[in-house]
C-alpha cells in the first residue's frame, strides 16, 4: 500500500545501489524503515520517480534532436517530435512536480 | 558525485516551485484564463476560481502545506507521536479554514468533494491519537 501511495512501483532497493554503487544504507530510525525509506540516500528514497523523471528529461532530450532544423521536413521525425513533447511542456513537468513534491521532499529532506 | 548533483537539483526544485508558481501567478493572472495558458500551464492551477483573489494562494498552500508536512515529520522524528499528531492536525486545520472561508474552486462540486476530502483525512489523523501515549492503558491503546 506504502509503495504504491509513494509512486515505488518498481524494485529499485535491488538495482539502484548496483547501478549507482551505493554503499552504507541504513535507514534514519524505525519509523521512517516502515515508511520504506531505507536509507538517507537520495536516490533510493526517490525509487521509481526517479526514474520517471529519467524518461522525462529523455523525452525532453528527443523533441530536442527532432527539432533540429534539417530533420524538420521529415515526416517520421515529425510524429516522434509529436509524440515526444504531448503533454510534455509544460503541463507534464508541473503535474509530476505537484504529485510528487511530497516524496520529492522527503528524499530530498532525508 | 552523480548522486550529490541530481540532489542539489531536486533541492533547487523543491524550493523553487513554490516560489515559481507565485511568481507566476501574480504576473500572469489577467492571462490565466485564455486556452494557450491553460493548456500550457493551466496544470498548476486547474480547477481555482480566477474571479476571487484569494483563490491565486491555493496551488502556493498546496506547496507549503507539504513542505510543512516534511518538516514536522523529519525534524520531529524523535518528538512523542503526540505531539507530532497535534503539529499535523494544526497543519490541516489551517488549510481546512482556508478551504471552508474562501472556497477556491471554481466548481460548486468540487469544492464539496475537497471538504469532504479534508474531513475525511482530519478525522484520520484524530483516530491516530488512539494509538499514542494519549491512551494510558496499554491494552486499550493497541
Known amino acids: ?110 | 558525485m552523480f548522486s550529490k548533483v541530481i540532489f542539489f537539483k531536486f533541492v533547487a526544485i523543491i524550493v523553487l516551485m513554490p516560489v515559481w508558481q507565485w511568481i507566476f501567478l501574480a504576473t500572469k493572472f489577467e492571462k490565466l484564463g485564455d486556452p494557450y495558458y491553460r493548456e500550457t500551464y493551466g496544470s498548476g492551477y486547474e480547477g481555482i476560481n480566477l474571479n476571487r483573489a484569494y483563490s491565486y494562494f491555493r496551488p502556493i498552500l498546496y506547496y507549503v502545506r507539504r513542505a510543512v508536512i516534511v518538516a514536522i515529520l523529519f525534524l520531529g522524528r524523535d518528538l512523542p507521536p503526540g505531539i507530532i499528531i497535534s503539529l499535523l492536525i494544526i497543519n490541516h486545520l489551517l488549510n481546512f479554514s482556508y478551504d471552508l472561508h474562501f472556497k477556491p474552486i471554481e466548481s460548486k462540486k468540487d469544492q464539496k468533494y475537497e471538504l469532504f476530502d479534508d474531513i475525511t483525512i482530519l478525522a484520520c489523523i484524530y483516530h491516530i491519537y488512539l494509538f499514542t501515549e494519549y491512551i494510558d492503558t496499554v491494552d486499550m491503546r493497541f
Not at chain 1, 531505507?38 to 532530450?61: A, R
Not at chain 1, 530536442?64 to 521536413?73: H, N, R
Open chain 1, 1 to 110: 500500500m506504502i509503495e504504491l501511495a509513494t509512486y515505488d512501483l518498481l524494485p529499485t532497493d535491488e538495482f539502484f545501489p548496483v547501478m549507482f554503487n551505493l554503499k552504507d544504507l541504513k535507514p534514519i530510525n524505525e519509523r521512517f524503515n516502515y515508511l520504506d525509506f531505507i536509507s538517507s540516500n537520495f536516490l533510493m528514497n526517490m525509487g521509481s520517480l526517479f526514474l520517471v523523471w529519467l524518461i522525462m528529461l529523455l523525452q525532453t532530450v528527443l523533441y530536442l534532436l527532432t527539432s533540429i532544423k534539417c530533420w524538420k521536413e521529415n515526416k517520421c521525425v515529425t510524429r516522434v517530435r509529436n509524440f515526444s513533447s504531448g503533454g510534455l511542456f509544460w503541463t507534464g513537468f508541473i503535474e509530476f512536480l505537484m504529485q510528487a513534491y511530497l516524496e520529492i521532499a522527503f528524499a530530498v529532506i532525508i
